[in-house]
């Protein structure tokens, strides 16, 4: 009775995913060879220009010098990606993620592994935010198994990184969050939130686990879903918890140019 009160309650969150600061080793576990391939590369390129070390081989070093540090980083995130890849298949070889509602106990082997993936997929994705490139969150977002397409607008969101779905050219707005997992009274709920296609998330809005968004369909400005709430096709929802206020008709959305 207990698991199914919480499972499918109202209410939207009585607390996020829970960091264990004790994991913070994985993180030294994926940095430390990750810095192999750019110490490697900054080796071999002053073992390249020992030799013009004079006041004139200085002045095309420091010309090209932004260059070198944007190579020697690129150089640190690919590896990065590559080793926190190598390390979720470990993790999922072990133990499969999948969706329920389980005790939030580090003996409990579901939670375990999720803290586990969730810390080296967050701090990954951290790092990420510091690209102005769109496509620079999507990239390890598709690695961690998110089903995500290029054409997928984020201005400044938050996505958990894990049992989430996304259609074809939604767009979330800025501070909104598409959740899968949270804390409940002292369980840790994980179900998977689907985002159809052309769906508009408005800023400052939080999509809660379970949640199906159908196709075309706008969820307002500051408002959040139910656990488990469906949102109808081609419909505007708003309020806390949303609720549907209109239908979109289907002239005003064939006759739209931007809809295709």
Same mark, same amino acid.
């Given at each position: 009775?207990l698991k199914?009160r /919480?499972m499918?309650?109202d209410?939207l969150?009585?607390?996020? %995913?829970v960091?264990?600061?004790?994991?913070?080793?994985?993180k030294?576990?994926?940095?430390w060879?990750?810095? *192999?391939?750019?110490?490697?590369?900054?080796l071999?390129h002053f073992?390249?220009i020992?030799?013009?070390?004079?006041?004139?081989?200085?002045i095309p070093?420091?010309? *090209?010098f932004?260059?070198l540090i944007i190579i020697?980083f690129s150089a640190?995130i690919?590896?990065?990606?590559?080793?926190t890849?190598?390390?979720?298949l470990?993790?999922n070889?072990?133990?499969d993620?999948k969706?329920?509602?389980?005790k939030?106990?580090l003996?409990?082997?579901? *939670?375990?592994? *999720? =803290?586990?993936r969730?810390?080296?997929?967050?701090? =990954?994705?951290e790092?990420f935010?510091?690209?102005?490139l769109?496509?620079?969150?999507?990239?390890?977002?598709?690695?961690?198994?998110?089903t995500?397409p290029n054409s $997928?607008?984020?201005?400044?969101?938050y996505?958990? %990184?894990e049992f989430?779905?996304f259609?074809?050219e939604s767009?979330?707005g800025?501070g909104?969050? =598409?959740?899968?997992s949270?804390?409940?009274?002292g369980y840790?709920l994980i179900k998977k939130?689907i /985002?159809?296609?052309?769906?508009?998330?408005?800023a400052?809005?939080?999509v809660s686990?379970? $949640?199906?968004v159908?196709?075309?369909t /706008?969820?307002g400005m500051?408002s959040?879903?139910?656990?488990?709430q469906k949102?109808e096709r081609?419909?505007?929802? =708003?309020?806390?918890p949303?609720h549907?206020?209109?239908?979109?008709e289907n002239?005003? /959305?064939?006759?739209?140019? %931007?809809?295709?």
């Amino acid at each position: 009775m207990l698991k199914e009160r /919480i499972m499918y309650r109202d209410n939207l969150i009585i607390g996020n %995913n829970v960091k264990e600061k004790k994991f913070f080793i994985l993180k030294i576990m994926i940095i430390w060879p990750s810095l *192999y391939l750019p110490i490697i590369l900054f080796l071999f390129h002053f073992e390249i220009i020992y030799p013009y070390q004079n006041i004139f081989g200085l002045i095309p070093f420091l010309l *090209y010098f932004p260059l070198l540090i944007i190579i020697l980083f690129s150089a640190f995130i690919l590896s990065l990606l590559f080793f926190t890849k190598c390390f979720l298949l470990l993790f999922n070889l072990i133990h499969d993620p999948k969706e329920g509602l389980f005790k939030m106990s580090l003996r409990n082997s579901d *939670y375990l592994f *999720y =803290v586990l993936r969730n810390n080296i997929k967050n701090f =990954v994705l951290e790092i990420f935010d510091y690209f102005p490139l769109p496509w620079a969150k999507i990239l390890p977002m598709k690695l961690f198994n998110i089903t995500i397409p290029n054409s $997928t607008g984020m201005l400044d969101s938050y996505i958990d %990184n894990e049992f989430i779905i996304f259609g074809k050219e939604s767009i979330l707005g800025e501070g909104s969050m =598409v959740l899968s997992s949270t804390i409940i009274n002292g369980y840790l709920l994980i179900k998977k939130t689907i /985002i159809g296609d052309r769906v508009t998330i408005g800023a400052y809005t939080t999509v809660s686990p379970g $949640t199906i968004v159908e196709p075309e369909t /706008i969820l307002g400005m500051g408002s959040y879903t139910k656990i488990n709430q469906k949102l109808e096709r081609r419909s505007i929802y =708003v309020g806390r918890p949303a609720h549907k206020i209109e239908k979109i008709e289907n002239d005003s /959305i064939n006759n739209n140019p %931007n809809i295709k």
